[in-house]
């Protein structure tokens, strides 16, 4: 055991997996919390009070595109995070990462609204927004080397998948905190003052998070790292002259699932309440159902993963959701019943496609540049396969059918199965 100074020898003993696995997982929940608050707001709130109401299409169009801010700010935080993740320590960086995330998050309930301000207003809503992404492109990669760089052998994606599970959590927590508005107060009192309490809640949710992570320990991989003296003064240049590779594949293997997320959670619930004119509620109560799978089938895809191999596991996986691309325009045609068929299914494969895909771009990467390279692949995928998702399917869907949408998603998981295909393990990396 390493004897760099007393206070990590004697915080030693709480890196045991209970405590890691939960230090990764809290994070990702709140962090996915206060992502999927916006992401709900952006379609329900903000296009009527932070923009122009003459052209409603219009203005939900352009609150999607402030939504679309954090994805493009994700692949700076990851670069900025992960250089000092993989310089200072997985710790520090996640702390100030979250510390980010929160503060952005907790501004928003606070903003005036276009009647107030005028243009101001959606501008105020934009920064925040990317102060959201970049604390997000930093807090997802440190959370699963938090967990994978703590994992027995032959267990990594088991151990990967527990910062994924604070998707489905943070997506439940955020979908209830505006049910439980929406049956508590009036729809006017809603729209003047209710939404902004689940951004100002998370605050709570924030200083709950720091305190966990603030009771860990280094990973064993980092600490033997700055004991054999691997650590390189510019891991980002590192990633981008060595390892170019290995980040261009990783980023298509990560498209379809970032695809398929955001057509099941923003551009559905637009679509759900919109065209096919269920009640906000009603909607949010059959998405929190599909949720349900969302989480449920992360750990058996996990294990999958680690007896079977990552690789064809993640290919498998890739091509039903190619196939479920077909499904989708006879199953929202369908009623209630298809309604709900397409949410199981989706997130299902969500789930299933999402567990194991830390851990798949975590490995490629020796430990030296981990924290940037996993974080980079991870939010370059968002930035080419969420950022846009919801505002090219709501645009299909108006002006070639929601068919089209299905097309849409069938061409992601045919890029994502060529990068999987060509990506490279980790044996090749650290050789």
Not at 359 to 384: C, D, E, H, I, K
Request: net charge positive; proline share 5%.
């Amino acid at each position: 055991m390493t004897t760099m100074d007393a206070t990590g020898v004697a915080a030693e003993p709480r890196n045991k997996s209970r405590t890691v696995l939960m230090a990764s997982m809290i994070g990702t929940t709140i962090e996915f919390f206060d992502f999927y608050i916006y992401a709900t707001a952006a379609v329900i709130v903000f296009p009527h009070l932070f923009f122009p109401a003459a052209d409603p299409t219009s203005a939900l169009l352009s609150s999607l595109a402030t939504f679309a801010i954090a994805f493009f700010a994700r692949p700076i935080g990851a670069a900025v995070f992960g250089h000092y993740g993989d310089k200072i320590g997985r710790k520090t960086t996640l702390i100030a990462a979250l510390l980010l995330m929160g503060i952005s998050t907790v501004a928003i309930g606070f903003l005036p609204t276009y009647s107030q301000i005028g243009v101001m207003a959606p501008l105020l809503l934009a920064l925040c927004r990317l102060g959201q992404g970049l604390g997000l492109g930093g807090e997802w990669g440190g959370a699963v080397l938090l967990a994978t760089e703590n994992a027995p052998k032959g267990k990594r994606s088991w151990y990967g998948m527990f910062p994924q599970l604070g998707a489905p959590v943070g997506f439940i927590l955020a979908t209830a905190s505006f049910l439980i508005l929406a049956e508590t107060m009036s729809e006017e009192a809603f729209f003047v003052w209710g939404w902004r309490v689940p951004f100002i809640a998370s605050a709570l949710l924030v200083a709950l998070g720091l305190f966990i992570r603030l009771n860990i320990t280094e990973t064993p991989d980092f600490k033997k790292a700055i004991e054999d003296k691997t650590r390189v003064p510019v891991p980002f240049s590192v990633v981008l002259r060595e390892h170019k590779l290995r980040l261009l594949f990783g980023t298509l293997a990560a498209l379809g699932t970032f695809v398929l997320f955001y057509l099941m959670t923003v551009f559905t619930l637009g679509y759900g309440t919109g065209t096919l004119g269920y009640p906000r509620e009603q909607f949010l109560l059959l998405q929190m159902v599909g949720v349900v799978a969302f989480g449920l089938f992360i750990p058996p895809a996990a294990l999958l993963a680690d007896k079977y191999g990552m690789k064809i596991t993640m290919m498998l996986i890739t091509a039903a959701i190619g196939l479920f691309g077909f499904c989708i325009q006879p199953l929202l045609a369908g009623g209630t019943v298809g309604v709900m068929a397409y949410l199981v299914i989706g997130f299902a494969l969500m789930g299933m496609t999402y567990g194991p895909l830390g851990a798949a771009l975590a490995q490629p990467f020796p430990t030296a540049v981990r924290y940037t390279g996993s974080s980079l692949t991870f939010n370059l995928g968002g930035v080419f396969g969420a950022s846009l998702a919801p505002m090219v399917a709501t645009w299909l869907a108006k002006n070639y059918g929601i068919a089209y949408v299905g097309y849409y998603l069938i061409a992601a998981a045919i890029i994502t199965l060529i990068g999987f295909a060509f990506m490279r393990s980790a044996k090749d990396a650290e050789g």
